[in-house]
């Protein structure tokens, strides 16, 4: 792992430092980048949900401030968190904003107790969110997810949702649910989203995913029986694909598109590929 973008818990009392600004529509950058001088912004007259120390980033000190609601700053624009890693070359970059834009949501998420109603302040030595009266703590949100490439010798499994970009084909997906192992959820959302069995799901790696909180668990499982029957509200569109003959495939830095790689460079004798950290 590159050591470009370190998180680390600074105390957002103190002055100086760079830093980015995130709401929900995305981060405010210039010409110079989405890095900030902190002092510069608090000047200016800004809907402040949050502040926290995210780390540090080429050795300096970044924290973010998170924001009600985008604001007009004289040359800078917002960006979606997608465009940043669609277009960004540096992943350390990304890895950094992607991180803010969790602990920006997760924070203004967590202003009041969700168990007394109570404001809720930042934890002094955790990245925590602690209740001022009940004391009860709010660690950022983390969502496990599995992912899973299933295939049939040549063929590949892939479905797509109403949500992807026109003819994006991709490996299924779903959310664990509370008491349930990742391989569980691995048969259970198969069966649910296309109707097929399995044999036993092999890990593979994982990957956090921003979008909005998921930590993806990527498996490969062989096809074992059934007819693929889609889930009406989740699949729009599924089938087997040749290895020969794919459809449009998922972002290049996704986990899904590593999984995809990988099974076709077994397949084809070409090199494997590398899921950006
Ligand atoms: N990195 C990748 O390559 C990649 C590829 C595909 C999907 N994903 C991610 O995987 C995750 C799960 O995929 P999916 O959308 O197919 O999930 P899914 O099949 O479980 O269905 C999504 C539905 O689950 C519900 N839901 C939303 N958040 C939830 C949560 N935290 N816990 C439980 N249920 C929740 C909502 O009703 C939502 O419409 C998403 O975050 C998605 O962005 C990542
Ligand atoms: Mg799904
Ligand atoms: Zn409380």
């Excluded at 996704?254 to 494997?272: C, D, N, Q, V, W």
Aim: proline share 8%; aromatic share 10%.
């Amino acid at each position: 792992m590159s050591l470009r973008w370190q998180p680390a818990l600074l105390d957002p009392a103190g002055e100086g430092g760079w830093a980015v600004v995130h709401c929900q529509q995305g981060f405010l950058f210039d010409a110079n980048g989405v890095l900030f001088p902190r002092a510069w912004l608090k000047r200016l007259e800004l809907p402040l949900l949050s502040e926290q120390g995210l780390g540090y980033f080429d050795g300096d000190e970044v924290f973010l401030l998170e924001l009600a609601h985008p604001v007009e700053v004289p040359g800078a624009a917002w960006q979606g968190l997608r465009q940043f890693m669609m277009q960004d070359e540096d992943s350390d970059r990304f890895r950094m904003l992607g991180f803010a834009a969790q602990i920006g949501t997760w924070a203004s998420h967590h202003r009041f107790c969700g168990s007394c109603g109570h404001r809720m302040r930042q934890h002094p030595t955790e990245r925590a969110m602690q209740c001022e009266s009940c004391g009860i703590h709010h660690y950022p949100r983390i969502s496990p997810s599995m992912i899973v490439l299933v295939t049939r010798g040549d063929e590949l499994l892939l479905a797509r949702s109403p949500r992807f970009a026109p003819g994006v084909y991709s490996t299924l997906a779903g959310f664990v649910e509370p008491g349930e192992s990742v391989e569980q959820c691995v048969r259970r959302e198969v069966s649910e989203e296309v109707g097929v069995s399995i044999r036993e799901p092999r890990y593979i790696c994982s990957q956090g995913w921003p979008f909005p909180h998921s930590l993806m668990l990527g498996f490969h499982a062989e096809y074992a029986s059934g007819e693929i029957v889609m889930q009406p509200e989740e699949i729009e569109d599924a089938g087997w694909f040749s290895i020969h003959d794919l459809p449009g495939l998922p972002a290049p830095k996704s986990i899904a598109r590593y999984l995809i790689e990988l099974y076709l460079a077994k397949r084809l004798g070409r090199a494997e590929p590398v899921l950006p950290g």
